[in-house]
């Protein structure tokens, strides 16, 4: 049984069964919701992990339907991952969550408009190519734009969209790696994307980005949309395997949660084989023993630390290593809480993303940095838009940057694509 919505994102047929056995391994202990952001700020128990597996449960069971309070209490759920990471019954919180909001559009329930709006770009090149040419104008009349509308174009940056396909090469290679761009990356991030570049090239690497790449699907699957999310797999399987690279390096760790889960998702060998090959860019760099040129005058930075990389990608500490031969490390002292970006959330639910990020830039204020690093395009562009609109002048990079600019101080040959 299948269900088409008007946004044309097919709702597949429920797993209810699996949806109930993944909900009945929490033992309703408690233990998570000292740490769930939404549980902290609601003081609700439909607010916390625990309260949201008792309505998926409710939901799959028919005993519960999609209504304002339950779809809401799930829709509101940022996907952090905090819960699953300390649970002791090892409830495997994210996959019931996605699995859960298939559900609700199963039932009729359909994702927030401004999210579905999302993943509409997300799965279309001929959107993204005209948000790249629009971008520069979206961004210039910002307060001519609806107030949904000005809340995206404030997350742009202010550099023209990344134009990066085909293989860019070093002399005397070490290897041969592809770079995933992702469907945001090339607009919101083109800085670090030209800097990865770069630096895998000083690091004697040729890079090759696919052409015919595509979102990795992490939106559509957190939205309760898997068809379209294995769509989207599908087609990165085969544009990446088309390289023969070593391995696939990603820098937004949002996009790498999901890559690495592709071979649970995809269930064939080609997706456990590009999973395998998925690696945050200094995961990668760190180690094939690469390391920057000392800094003669290290810059002052803060690391944020991305939900996703703390609790699904667990790479960070390369991060950190590689950093600290550059720069004056400091680690904001929240790192243990969610900026509220989370995905779709930074549009879908404003209110939500506000208030939290509004501890982490009293903390940035607070650090005594010149700079903020993170290795997620979201938290980097939620953080820049606040800093912006609070007057606070710092800079938002990724980690990268600040490698690619130490390695072009030291040597002025290092191309800035
Ligand atoms: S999700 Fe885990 S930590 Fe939270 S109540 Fe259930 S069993 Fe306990
Ligand atoms: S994923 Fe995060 S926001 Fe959602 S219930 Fe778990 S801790 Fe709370």
Redesign the pocket.
Known sequence: MARNDSNAQTAVAPQQHDLLQLAD?????????PHCPTFDLARVEAE???GR?GLIQGLAADRLRPGDALTRHLEQCLSCGN??S??????R?GELMDKGRAELRYKGSQAPTLERALLRFAGSRRLQRLAGQISGLARLGQRLLPASLRRLAALLPDQAPARLAGRYRTTGSRGHVALFTGCLGPLLEPRALADSIAVLNAAGFDVEVPKDQACCGALALHAGYPDEARRLMARNIRAFSGTGADAVIFTASGCGATLREYGRLNGKPAGADFAGKAQDICHFLAGTGWRPPRASSPDRVAVHLPCTMKNAVGQHDATLQLLAGVADVRSLPGNSRCCGAAGASVVSHPAVADTLRAGKLTEIADSGATEVVTSNVGCARHLQAGLNQSGIEYRVSHPVSVLARVLRKGSPGVPDL
């Open positions: 391994s929490c033992v309703k202990c408690g233990l998570c919701l916390s992990p625990r597996v819960c699953e300390v649970c002791p019954a090892n409830v919180f």
